[in-house]
T-cell receptor, first 116, second 113 residues
């Protein structure tokens, strides 16, 4: 069963628009972590943010912000005032602590295209 | 601080052959995880190494095997290559204590013909 669902396959915006990426996860674990990674065309996965299941406080970091809601099992990510350099595939990932390896389970990704 | 490096960058192999991919972890990181990313999909966990032993494995057959060396670098070996093994193979390193905070290398693009 898919643990992480990213329903949006592709999003296209014009520069300076805000972009919100949806992520829904599924777990029975009580202690888990959620992540967002960015994968530019070069292929390397770039770590963006990590939250644990006990911290639902939503924060802003520069142009990035996230909305973590355990009640709906959602972990959405927003890029404010998008730039062309934000064009990439964005992955949401879940790490469950019941498995000793804390492996990352990724969603299928959302391709973001920011047009000038 | 040196980041995660992988070699080679690209590789073309024939079905049935064997391949070895290499990964050097970020300085100080003692845990290495390998992922397979097929085109258009998210990465899938293959296995993780810590203290030169496998510490977890995803849903991959035994022909996928690995090694970790005393300097924490790692190898991924795939025997009897199949066409479906064509993918981007990503290595990630981390500290054991925070092993889900993984930093990824640029990947090796494997094409099986």
């Amino acid at each position: 069963a898919q643990k992480v669902t990213q329903a949006q396959t592709e999003i296209s915006v014009v520069e300076k628009e805000d972009v919100t990426l949806d992520c829904v996860y599924e777990t029975r674990d009580t202690t888990y972590y959620l992540f967002w990674y960015k994968q530019p065309p070069s292929g390397e996965l770039v770590f963006l943010i990590r939250r644990n299941s006990f911290d639902e406080q939503n924060e802003i970091s520069g142009r990035y912000s996230w909305n973590f809601q355990k009640s709906t099992s959602s972990f959405n990510f927003t890029i404010t005032a998008s730039q062309v350099v934000d064009s990439a595939v964005y992955f949401c990932a879940l790490s469950e602590t019941w498995s000793n390896d804390y492996k990352l389970s990724f969603g299928a990704g959302t391709t973001v295209t920011v047009r000038a | 601080e040196t980041g995660v490096t992988q070699s080679p960058t690209h590789l073309i192999k024939t079905r049935g052959q064997q391949v070895t991919l290499r990964c050097s972890s970020q300085s100080g990181h003692n845990t290495v995880s390998w992922y397979q990313q097929a085109l258009g999909q998210g990465p899938q966990f293959i296995f993780q190494y810590y203290r030169e032993e496998e510490n977890g494995r995803g849903n991959f057959p035994p022909r996928f095997s690995g090694l970790q060396f005393p300097n924490y670098s790692s190898e991924l070996n795939v025997n009897a290559l199949e066409l479906d093994d064509s993918a981007l193979y990503l290595c990630a390193s981390s500290y054991w204590a925070s092993r889900n905070e993984q930093y990824f290398g640029p990947g090796t693009r494997l094409t099986v013909t």
